[in-house]
Structures are given as structure tokens and as C-alpha cells.
């Protein structure tokens, strides 16, 4: 009997409401899509394919701490949903964060294996008062230092891990769309041409990947994979048929058994929420997005609400509120 795996229920389960950040976890924190953005956009995985890197180093030594990251499953064991390392971090002085999803991934590199620590973000305001890569290389300094009494002790820095902070971003501006940057720590020979061995330095990568839609240049590959995946306009069934045959990516698999399918969000709960938050939030961070592209970047209102797309009918609204 053929039925869903966590994917394709994951997908059913989140219908439009796949941007918000609940079901973006969920669906992001799945095997093969990690797969996918570690192939694309992670150097050491360049050169393997995506169904090798979800079989065999996504959850590498050491493995797996406790918590699940998708508490709607957390009895699933057929090995399709990361369970990952620990989601939060916490200091004394620095307090806690919580990381989307993290997690432990391995690669063999001359002969030996290399063990990375991925964070991943799923970010839909890409103007929340501070510029979001920030806060991806505050997410990399914090997985390198917590690391100490964990992967190292004393003074045996050389065994310290390579991180990765990835944000997908779901709805940046328009001139952020369909692109994917990278930002890392790089060797400038001032005086002499004396070089370290860039195992040394190369400990932390941020990446920025901005979805788009198929209006756009690039609207291929990871971009694609991912904005099909989140949208909140496309059909589940839609979904499953892009993601299946442009991605190989398998929503059925055969079983003995049946098995339970994934409880749905609560619609009307939900419905309520985006409501409250509408009329309580939103407007408030919109304004607080629009000022502070006002203020950055020198621009006119106009500009900057054009910038964060919000809709022409509703710029006179936030026009007047601004001059208050």
C-alpha cells in the first residue's frame, strides 16, 4: 500500500500556511531538502549527490542530541527527519538562542572525516531593525565558543569545528531575490607571501539564500526547490508533483503497514492568531522596517515601501502613519 512519508505529510499538513515559521521548520528540517541546500551551498558537498549526502553524512559523529526537531513526529523512526544537535545555547552573560534547526554533519576530507555544525534559519522579515547577516555571524561565533567543554577542552583549539549559519529567506526585497551569497573568513597577505593552512581560519561560513519566483533571473535549482516548497500560493499536490519530477525528490513509499498520518494544523486556531498578529504586530513592524530603510539607506518612503513590496493600495495607509 502506497502512503505519504514525513515529507509529503509535512507538506499536506502546512498547506498555505508554509511561510510562517513553524511550518518552515518542519519542512526545511527534512533529510533530503538539507541534502539539497547542503549541495548547493556548501562547498564540501559540491561534488557528492544529494541522495549520498542524505544518507550518509547528514547526523555524522558525534550524532544526535535528545529533542527532536520536529515535535509532531518525534515517534518517527524511518530516518527521514533530523533529530540534530541541541537547538538552544545558552550563556550566563549572553543568554539564550534558540536555533531553528542544527546539526551535526560529516564529510571525508584527504583521507579523514571532517565533522561540520549546520544551523538553519528560515527568516521571513529581511527587515526586522538590524541587517540579518549580522545576526548569522553572531549564529556562527555562537556555535564555535559553545563548543568549548563540548568537541574541546583547555587549550586544544585545533579541535574546534567548521560552522554553518544558512538563512533562507523567504520574502526578501526585490533586489535580494533568487540570489544566494556567502560570507567567510579569508587570508590577506599584507607583508610576504607566508600563508596558514586554511583549515586554520576557515571556521565559520553565513549564508544568505533569498528566494524569489519564476518571474526572476536564477529561478532554478536550490532557489526553485526551496520557494515551491514554502509557498503559501501553490497547492499541496502542486507541491508534490514539482518536487518530484524536477527534483526526484519521492513523496510515496511502499509499507506493510499503515501508519498515521501527520495531525493538520488547526486552521482555525491559526487563522485567529495571523488575525490578532495583523492587527497587533505587523503593522508595527512594517512601519519600524520602513523607517529604518529610511534611515540606513537615505531613501523616501515610497522607495522604501516599494523596496518591502508592500502593496501600492496599502502605502497611503503606512504614508500617513509616518507622519505622525
Not at 52 to 63: F, S, V
Not at 187 to 208: F, I, P, S, T, W
Request: glycine share 6%; charged share 30%.
Amino acid at each position: 500500500m502506497k502512503i505519504e512519508n514525513t515529507l509529503a505529510k509535512n507538506i499536506s499538513a502546512v498547506r498555505d500556511k508554509a511561510a510562517y515559521d513553524t511550518a518552515c521548520k518542519r519542512l526545511l528540517a527534512n533529510k533530503i531538502i538539507l541534502a539539497w541546500i547542503m549541495k548547493s551551498c556548501l562547498e564540501e558537498y559540491r561534488d557528492f549527490g544529494v541522495d549520498e549526502i542524505a544518507d550518509h553524512y547528514i547526523e555524522g559523529e558525534p550524532l544526535i542530541a535528545g529533542m527532536a526537531v520536529n515535535p509532531d513526529e518525534e515517534a518517527c523512526r524511518d530516518g527521514e527527519q533530523i533529530k540534530g544537535a541541541r537547538t538552544e545555547d545558552s550563556t550566563i552573560k549572553e543568554g539564550t538562542v534558540t536555533y531553528d534547526i542544527r546539526f551535526y554533519a560529516a564529510v571525508p576530507r584527504s583521507g579523514e572525516l571532517l565533522s561540520l555544525i549546520i544551523n538553519v534559519e528560515a527568516q521571513n522579515n529581511f527587515y526586522p531593525g538590524y541587517p540579518v547577516i549580522k545576526r548569522g555571524i553572531y549564529y556562527c561565533s555562537r556555535m564555535v565558543s559553545s563548543q568549548y567543554g563540548i568537541e574541546f577542552e583547555n587549550a586544544h583549539y585545533e579541535k574546534i569545528k567548521k560552522v554553518y549559519s544558512i538563512w533562507v529567506c523567504a520574502d526578501p526585497p526585490r533586489y535580494r531575490e533568487n540570489t544566494i551569497n556567502r560570507y567567510f573568513i579569508q587570508e590577506e597577505q599584507l607583508v610576504g607571501k607566508a600563508a596558514e593552512k586554511r583549515e586554520n581560519y576557515d571556521l565559520l561560513v553565513a549564508v544568505m539564500i533569498c528566494l524569489g519566483d519564476s518571474s526572476g533571473d536564477n529561478y532554478t535549482g536550490i532557489l526553485k526547490l526551496l520557494d515551491v516548497l514554502l509557498s503559501s500560493e501553490r497547492k499541496p499536490e502542486e507541491k508534490k508533483k514539482i518536487l518530484q519530477d524536477e527534483f526526484d525528490i519521492m513523496m510515496t513509499k511502499e509499507l506493510e503497514s499503515e501508519v498515521s498520518k501527520m495531525c493538520n494544523l488547526s486552521d482555525g486556531i491559526e487563522k485567529r492568531g495571523i488575525e490578532a498578529g495583523i492587527k497587533t504586530g505587523i503593522k508595527a513592524g512594517i512601519l519600524g522596517s520602513v523607517r529604518n530603510l529610511m534611515e540606513s539607506m537615505g531613501w523616501t518612503a515610497e522607495q522604501a515601501m516599494k523596496a518591502l513590496k508592500i502593496p501600492e493600495a496599502e502605502q497611503r495607509v503606512y504614508a500617513e502613519e509616518l507622519k505622525k
